[in-house]
């Protein structure tokens, strides 16, 4: 972690300490630092790579909010709708109550590349009749 944002500016003491102790709840779930990028955490699994991102955005700088902005990335476009919104609902779940936020984006726009219809926390976490531990992707997140 280094006290700089996405753009280049120093971030101040507290608030760097604030994003530090996100960082480290969030590597004792198996998110790791990325190399090129600092403050930007990621967690990979076969089909799919989740980040949280604790640099900041233009339109929310981290110094107004401290919370990692948490996104997704699918590396096999053929998995089931229902699939991919299983695996970011249990990902959420695992997370447990560590500081996050979603962009925008995700809730409200589709995901172009991804085919993904818009995203509203009250449809992400309704699984469907069959409830939650039964149908294909489940139990499939182990960090690899």
Same mark, same amino acid.
């Given at each position: 972690?280094?006290?700089?944002?996405? /753009? *280049?500016?120093?971030i101040?003491?507290?608030? /760097?300490?604030?994003?530090?102790?996100?960082?480290a709840?969030?590597?004792d779930h *198996? %998110?790791?630092?990325?190399? =090129?990028?600092?403050? @930007?955490?990621?967690c #990979?699994y076969h #089909?799919?790579?989740?980040?949280?991102?604790?640099?900041?955005?233009?339109?929310?700088?981290i110094w107004?909010d401290?919370?990692?902005? &948490?996104?997704?990335?699918?590396h096999?476009?053929? @998995?089931?709708?229902?699939?991919?919104?299983?695996?970011?609902?249990m990902?959420? @779940?695992?997370?447990g109550?560590?500081?996050?936020? @979603? =962009?925008?984006?995700?809730? %409200?726009?589709?995901?172009?590349?991804?085919?993904?219809?818009p995203?509203?926390?009250?449809?992400l /976490?309704?699984?469907?009749s #069959? *409830? &939650?531990?039964e149908g294909p992707? &489940? *139990?499939?997140?182990?960090p690899?």
């Amino acid at each position: 972690m280094e006290p700089i944002d996405k /753009f *280049g500016n120093t971030i101040y003491p507290r608030v /760097f300490q604030r994003m530090c102790l996100i960082a480290a709840r969030l590597t004792d779930h *198996g %998110y790791q630092e990325t190399r =090129s990028k600092p403050n @930007l955490l990621r967690c #990979h699994y076969h #089909h799919v790579t989740f980040w949280a991102d604790l640099r900041g955005t233009t339109e929310v700088y981290i110094w107004e909010d401290t919370r990692a902005l &948490w996104y997704w990335q699918f590396h096999d476009a053929t @998995l089931p709708l229902l699939v991919r919104k299983r695996m970011i609902a249990m990902e959420w @779940l695992r997370l447990g109550n560590i500081p996050r936020r @979603l =962009s925008r984006e995700v809730i %409200y726009n589709p995901d172009t590349t991804d085919e993904m219809p818009p995203m509203r926390m009250d449809n992400l /976490f309704y699984i469907g009749s #069959h *409830g &939650w531990g039964e149908g294909p992707g &489940w *139990g499939q997140l182990n960090p690899g």
